[in-house]
């Protein structure tokens, strides 16, 4: 099963000064994050493959560019880009 995640413009990728004071907490929906033993663990900061892939997302929105990221099997990847880079 495929899902794309798209940018929307409530989404930020600024971190949430009350977010960032308490580890645990995703940094895209302020979640709980599993601990890293757990085998749902994704990263230290965030809580699902779904706050992930709004993070990739956001990565390249932030360089000009369209990400499409599909959800799979536990896994948020990568499966295109689309765009023109913004000169440095």
Do not use: H, N
């Not at 645990?24 to 994050?33: E, F, H, K, N, T």
């Not at 990739?56 to 599909?70: C, D, F, N, P, T």
Request: aromatic share 4%; charged share 25%; glycine share 10%.
């Amino acid at each position: 099963m495929s899902v794309r995640i798209e940018a929307d413009k409530s989404a930020s990728m600024t971190l949430d000064p009350q977010v960032e004071d308490f580890p645990g907490l995703c940094r895209i929906c302020g979640g709980a994050v599993p601990r890293p033993g757990d085998p749902v663990s994704c990263t230290p900061s965030l809580c699902s493959e779904r706050c992930l892939a709004q993070a990739i997302v956001e990565y390249w929105k932030a360089l000009g560019l369209e990400a499409q990221v599909g959800l799979r099997d536990g896994f948020a990847r990568l499966e295109g880009i689309r765009g023109i880079l913004r000169p440095a």
